[in-house]
DNA sequence: CCTACATCCTCTAGCGGCTAGAGGTGCAAG
DNA sequence: CTTGCACCTCTAGCCGCTAGAGGATGTAGG
C-alpha cells in the first residue's frame, strides 16, 4: 500500500505533526506501523479519525469526551444514546458561556463607552475594574 | 493596626487562598509585612487590589493585562489610553468568540435534533463529527 | 555514489493559571 | 495542655498542546 507519512496525514487532517504524535501518546490514536527506518505509517482511516477528532476539538469536546464518542463509532451497533448526551452536555455548556459572555461584552461597552480618554482617575475602566458593585449587568 | 489573614482576605476578595500566594508569587500583589510567626499581614488596599484582579479574572483578562491595568491604577495621573485599548481589544476577543460560539450552538443544535436516539450507524452526532463537509454554518 | 536538505524520530521542558498534596508551624479556644 | 484549624513552604500535577535539542532517515539533484 503507499505509505502516509506524518506530514501527509497532518497536511489532510489540518491536525499538526506534535499533536498527532500527541494524540498518539494519549491513546487516541492507534499506533500505526513503521517503516524500515522506523518512521509511522498512516492507513486513510487514521486521517479520518484525526479529520474526526480535529473537528470535535473544534467543536469544544475535550479529550475524554472524544475518546468517548470514538469508542462509539468504533462500534456502529450500540446505542448512540451516549453520544446523544455528550453532545446535549456540550451544547448546555455552550449556551452558558454565551449568555455569560453576553453580559462580559455588555460589561466592557459600558467601560469603554465610559472612557473619557482622560486620566487614569477619571478613566471608567479603570473604576468599575476596581468596584464590582460598579457593574450594571448581573454575571459572573 | 488590626491584622488582616490571608484566610479573611480570601474571604472578602473572593480569591482563593492558594492564588492570593501565587499572585503573590508572580508579582501580581505586594509581598504583605508578617507577623511575628511568619503569617502574612494584609492590608485593606491589598483586598481591593484582589478584588480587583478578581473581576478582572471574571471578564477574562489575561495576568499580564492585568498587570499593565493594575500599573496604571497605580499611577491615577496617567493618560487611560492604555486602559481603553486593552478592554477595546477585550472586547474585540468576546465578540469574535460569541459569534464562534453562535455558529458552534447551532451545529450542536443540528446534531442533537438529527440524532434519532437509535444505534450509532444513523446516529447523526457521529456522523457530522466524522464528516465536516456535513456542518451546515460556516464556522471554525 | 555523494551531498544537501527536508522531514522524520525521541525526549524533555515549558506555556497559562491555577490546584492539590506533603510535611511542618502558629495560634486561639476549651 | 491539648486539640484542631489555619497557616507556612515546597513540589508536582492539571489540560492540550507547543518548542526545542540532538540525532536518524528519506529523497532529489549532480
Redesign the pocket.
Known amino acids: 500500500m503507499k505509505?502516509i507519512?506524518?506530514?501527509?496525514a497532518?497536511r489532510q487532517s489540518g491536525v499538526?505533526?506534535?499533536?498527532v504524535?500527541?494524540?498518539e501518546s494519549i491513546g487516541l490514536l492507534a499506533a500505526p506501523s513503521?517503516?524500515?527506518?522506523?518512521?509511522?505509517s498512516f492507513e486513510p482511516a487514521d486521517i479520518n479519525r484525526l479529520a474526526f477528532?480535529r473537528h470535535a476539538?473544534e467543536l469544544g469536546f475535550?479529550?475524554?469526551a472524544i475518546r468517548t464518542l470514538l469508542t462509539l463509532q468504533d462500534d456502529p451497533h450500540q446505542s448512540c444514546a451516549s453520544a446523544d448526551a455528550i453532545a446535549k452536555a456540550r451544547l448546555v455548556e455552550v449556551e452558558q458561556r454565551i449568555r455569560s459572555l453576553m453580559a462580559l461584552k455588555a460589561e466592557l461597552e459600558t467601560m469603554v463607552e465610559g472612557c473619557g480618554h482622560g486620566r487614569v482617575d477619571q478613566c471608567r475602566v479603570i473604576e468599575v475594574l476596581a468596584d464590582h458593585g460598579q457593574c450594571t449587568h448581573p454575571h459572573h
Not at 499538526?16 to 499533536?19: D, Q, R
Open positions: 505509505k507519512t506524518i506530514g501527509e497532518a499538526k505533526v506534535p499533536t504524535r500527541y494524540y513503521r517503516s524500515e527506518g522506523n518512521q509511522r477528532i476539538r475535550e479529550i475524554e
